[in-house]
């Protein structure tokens, strides 16, 4: 047997010398393999990094506008249908009325010579004693209806600046077949020279209206197209013919211009030169009072 001092000093055995053995490379072998797990995690660690970055990078060039970068990126795979923008309906634009285009009424330099009377009528306009019952005759073969033109001068005989205002005189529109005392006649030029001068022995050239001893003679010519020192309305016009020829079978004679800048009397021949004075159509102004001027022999 071994002194307890050789127990503690004699070498190890062949098993406690492989288990020492063993325990040193396990040993060794851990500390050898500790590198080896650094660099593990390092990897791993680099990798998370990695992953972390790329999905940064990801969301972050998915919020970036296209015009940020030199060509265009995918975003997702998923479908995503754009939702229309309603095109707006187009407000309609309402049509606009047409404007009557007036009819064009022909002027032949003469007709027939013979004339038809308008068959139409009407009530008496006037409060006075002195009746003047009148016919419409128009000449056959022209682009006037009889009894329009009839109702025409009927509403100017009517107006309240015509010649009713005097108190004295009173109009009344008849048909045709019954008793009348005056004729109002719308005849071509040709025509209505013809008769101005059998009526008066009056030259009115192809251009004027003349009265006559039966009645009034009006020229087609003046009826249409009006006269061109006369800037108003045809109906205007027509209302001063009216008015100028029945004024002269009234007994009123013609009239000069009063002055610059005043109405011209409606017994003066506006169609030869205002003068200075400014077209009128009626006998009387606005104000009730009779337009005058001095007399002309």
């Given at each position: 047997?071994?002194?307890?001092?050789?127990?503690?000093?004699?070498?190890?055995?062949?098993?406690?010398?492989?288990?020492?053995?063993?325990?040193?490379?396990?040993?060794?072998?851990?500390?050898?393999?500790?590198?080896?797990?650094?660099?593990?995690?390092?990897?791993?660690?680099?990798?998370?990094?990695?992953?972390?970055?790329?999905?940064?990078?990801?969301?972050?060039?998915?919020?970036?506008?296209?015009?940020?970068?030199?060509?265009p990126?995918?975003?997702?795979?998923?479908?995503?249908?754009?939702?229309?923008?309603?095109?707006?309906?187009?407000?309609?634009?309402?049509?606009?009325?047409?404007?009557?285009?007036?009819?064009?009424?022909?002027?032949?330099?003469?007709?027939?010579?013979?004339?038809?009377?308008?068959?139409?009528?009407?009530?008496?306009?006037?409060?006075?004693?002195?009746?003047?019952?009148?016919v419409?005759?128009?000449?056959?073969?022209?682009?006037?209806?009889?009894?329009?033109?009839a109702?025409?001068?009927?509403?100017?005989?009517?107006?309240?600046?015509?010649?009713?205002?005097?108190?004295?005189?009173?109009?009344?529109?008849?048909?045709?077949?019954?008793?009348?005392?005056?004729?109002?006649?719308?005849?071509?030029?040709?025509?209505?020279?013809?008769?101005?001068?059998?009526?008066?022995?009056?030259?009115?050239?192809?251009?004027?209206?003349?009265?006559?001893?039966?009645?009034?003679?009006?020229?087609?010519?003046?009826?249409?197209?009006?006269?061109?020192?006369?800037?108003?309305?045809?109906?205007?016009?027509?209302?001063?013919?009216?008015?100028?020829?029945?004024?002269?079978?009234?007994?009123?004679?013609?009239?000069?211009?009063?002055?610059?800048?005043?109405?011209?009397?409606?017994m003066?021949?506006?169609?030869?030169?205002?003068?200075?004075?400014?077209?009128?159509?009626?006998?009387?102004?606005?104000s009730?009072?009779?337009?005058?001027?001095?007399?002309m022999?």
């Amino acid at each position: 047997m071994h002194s307890a001092r050789e127990r503690e000093s004699a070498p190890p055995t062949g098993r406690a010398v492989a288990s020492h053995r063993g325990g040193r490379q396990y040993r060794s072998s851990h500390r050898r393999g500790r590198p080896r797990r650094r660099r593990r995690r390092y990897l791993v660690g680099m990798l998370v990094a990695t992953g972390l970055l790329g999905s940064a990078a990801f969301f972050l060039d998915g919020a970036r506008s296209d015009a940020s970068s030199g060509a265009p990126r995918p975003r997702s795979t998923a479908h995503i249908t754009p939702t229309p923008t309603p095109t707006p309906t187009p407000t309609p634009t309402p049509t606009p009325t047409p404007t009557p285009t007036p009819t064009r009424i022909d002027v032949p330099s003469t007709g027939t010579g013979t004339f038809v009377t308008a068959r139409a009528s009407g009530a008496k306009v006037g409060r006075g004693s002195h009746l003047l019952r009148y016919v419409v005759q128009v000449e056959t073969g022209l682009d006037i209806s009889p009894a329009q033109a009839a109702n025409e001068i009927a509403d100017i005989l009517a107006a309240p600046r015509g010649w009713t205002h005097n108190g004295v005189s009173s109009f009344q529109l008849v048909s045709a077949g019954e008793p009348y005392d005056l004729k109002v006649k719308i005849a071509t030029p040709g025509t209505a020279d013809a008769l101005c001068w059998a009526g008066i022995h009056q030259d009115t050239q192809g251009e004027y209206n003349c009265e006559i001893h039966n009645g009034v003679v009006v020229n087609l010519k003046r009826w249409v197209k009006g006269s061109p020192t006369f800037n108003g309305p045809i109906h205007d016009y027509r209302a001063l013919i009216i008015n100028h020829e029945m004024g002269h079978f009234l007994g009123h004679t013609h009239m000069a211009c009063a002055g610059p800048g005043q109405l011209a009397p409606v017994m003066m021949q506006q169609i030869k030169g205002l003068h200075g004075c400014i077209a009128n159509a009626w006998p009387y102004d606005k104000s009730g009072h009779f337009v005058s001027g001095p007399h002309m022999p």
